[in-house]
């Protein structure tokens, strides 16, 4: 069965804090890992891709533990444009391509001033 | 510059009132999905086609069908839509590598009168 699974939130952060979430998944066979970012009654926007060696975009940090089967997202200096919600997404690649996208059901992220 | 763009961005119709909701995208991608999104909750794929290779989810209602009639198409067509359709509706394309994220459209939000 496959699942994502993130702490729904909200989490209330000071503007200029750092903040930092999870989302673990059950599928082992995972493969591909991405957080997207969605605004309130908007699509979901890429934020970046997950890589075993973890990487870094700007104040965005991402990581992955493979034996733990988490990814994390690192935010550094928060702004209120970050208030939003972050969704979690893994693709578990089951030998037919990119069909396997499982999303969590995203984290809400309120930035205050 | 839209890449994948959906029409209409809010759609109402009645109870049990066929419609359509259509996607368009400029990235030449070969693999094309509808999700269904509400409130609060993750997307949720009902159905994706791999160039023309249509693939449904096995929970999706066979009041959902879909048509793809070139590379940059793709329709979503409700034959008789329930209350419980009332939802945001996102496309979203991809190239065949699953590493690869997904591109999504603004979506359409489907209101049942």
């Known amino acids: 069965r496959k699942e994502v699974e993130q702490d729904p939130g909200p989490f209330n952060v000071p503007e200029g804090a750092t903040v930092a979430f999870n989302c673990t998944y059950s599928?082992?066979?995972?493969?591909?890992f991405f957080w997207y970012r969605q605004d309130c009654r908007k699509e979901p926007k890429l934020l970046m891709s997950?890589?075993?060696s973890g990487n870094e975009d700007g104040r965005f940090t991402a990581q992955l533990n493979r034996a733990s089967q988490y990814i994390s997202l690192l935010i550094r200096d928060s702004k209120l444009s970050d208030s939003a919600t972050y969704l979690c997404?893994?693709?578990?690649?089951?030998?037919?391509?990119?069909?396997?996208?499982?999303f969590g059901k995203g984290t809400h992220l309120i930035i205050q001033p | 510059d839209a890449m994948v763009i959906q029409n209409p961005r809010y759609q109402v119709t009645q109870f049990g009132k066929p419609v359509t909701l259509s996607c368009s995208q400029t990235l030449n991608h070969n693999v094309m999905y509808w999700y269904q999104q509400k409130s609060s909750q993750a997307p949720k794929l009902l159905f994706h086609y791999y160039d023309k290779d249509f693939n449904n989810e096995a929970d999706t209602p066979d009041n959902f069908q879909s048509r793809r009639p070139n590379t940059s198409f793709c329709f979503l067509d409700i034959r008789s839509p329930g209350l419980g359709d009332a939802a945001m509706y996102l496309c979203?394309?991809?190239?065949?590598?699953?590493?690869?994220?997904?591109?999504f459209g603004d979506g359409t939000r489907l209101s049942i009168l």
């Open positions: 997404v893994v693709n578990t690649d089951s030998g037919g391509g990119a069909d396997g996208l499982t």
């Open positions: 979203a394309t991809s190239g065949y590598d699953s590493n690869q994220p997904q591109h």
């Open positions: 997950v890589y075993s």
């Open positions: 599928n082992s066979a995972s493969q591909s």
